[in-house]
Each structure stands twice: as structure tokens, then as C-alpha cells.
């Protein structure tokens, strides 16, 4: 639960540019224009070149994206859902293709790992940028 307006969080989480100034993940991002269905945008994080198209959008509520990445398709979910002063943040991601299948349980402890860190930071990033600080 995140103590910070849905449109907060919904504005962090879809403005793709800022990503490298919070998530220390992700090294470099860059899109094409506003995060909408058919829009494109690419990032670099843990040594992958990613190019992202947005599948989805129901801001600030809900937005789905995905892509491939040397031999991985993935599909990710974004889900806010606010309740009383606070906003739910679900996360929920697949990967697919032969480097996954070779090394399931390798890449489904990087992929938990990412999943839990990206959620830490937009919490905190959140937190911040609600009080003012």
C-alpha cells in the first residue's frame, strides 16, 4: 500500500524518461510520446536493450506492456487501486522463450528480485514526492 494520490503513482509510473532518476535498475529509458496503447518505448536495465510497446492503458489505474529482449518476451501488468488514503499496487509479469525454459529457476529469482526492488522504489519515490520533499 502506497500512501500517495493514485495520480501520483500512476504519474511515476508511466512517465518512462524519469525512470533512471528513481529506479536504480534501469540505466536509460526513452519513449516515442505519452505512454499510450501502440506506443513504444526502450530502456536499458541489468545489461538488456528493451523495447517496450504498450499493449494496454487505463490510467491511472491500469497499464500493460511488453516485449522482447534477447530471446525473452515478457508481458508486464500494472495494476493502482486506491483504498481510503492509500493506493494498492499490483505487479505481476511473465517471461517466455528458450532462455527461460533453459534456466527457470535462475530467471524467476531475477525476475522476483526486480518486481520487489521496483516496488520499493516507487513506493519510496512516491512518498517523496507526496509530502514535497
Known sequence: MLPAPIETIGEIQ???DDWPS???DVDGAESDGPLEVGSVF???TAGLDITSTVKEVD???RIVWGGPAQGI???H????EPQADRVLVRTAESWE?????AQVETLQGALDGS???WLENLKRTAEQRSSGA
Not at 77 to 80: A, F, I, K, P, R
Not at 97 to 101: D, F, I, K, L, M
Open 22 to 24: 528513481w529506479q536504480p
Open 77 to 80: 501488468v500494472w495494476t493502482l
Open 14 to 16: 508511466t512517465n518512462g
Open 42 to 44: 526502450r530502456w536499458q
Open 97 to 101: 522463450g528458450a532462455p527461460v525454459e
Open 59 to 61: 490510467a491511472p489505474r
Open 115 to 117: 518486481l520487489r526492488a
Open 73 to 75: 518476451v515478457a508481458v
